[in-house]
């Protein structure tokens, strides 16, 4: 039997969150808790992994982008960078004055 640890797991703050080691009901708290770390470190561009499946995910973490205040703009990433499985995020530079 699977035991679950509940101590908090440390992610890097590098600008990319990979959402696939998630469960996707965590995205609606996490994704607001990534974005205010990356603009703690002054990470203003952001690459968010959320696989393309359904499309359900995307939905969700763009629905949580459209109304964050520090999000700038956001768009499906282009090119071998995983087109519509991430979305890259610009963050707002001055959103923590």
């Not at 039997?1 to 080691?21: A, K, S, V, W």
Request: charged share 30%.
């Amino acid at each position: 039997m699977r035991e679950f640890n509940d101590e908090p797991i440390e992610m890097p703050i590098d600008g990319t969150l990979d959402l696939h080691t998630f469960p996707p009901g965590e995205a609606k708290k996490l994704v607001p808790d990534y974005i205010e770390a990356c603009l703690e470190k002054e990470i203003y561009q952001l690459r968010i992994i959320h696989g393309k499946g359904t499309g359900t995910l995307r939905r969700i973490v763009q629905s949580i982008l459209d109304k964050h205040p520090a999000v700038a703009s956001f768009r499906h990433e282009t090119g071998s960078g995983g087109g519509w499985g991430a979305t890259v995020v610009d963050l707002e530079k001055g959103a923590r004055d």
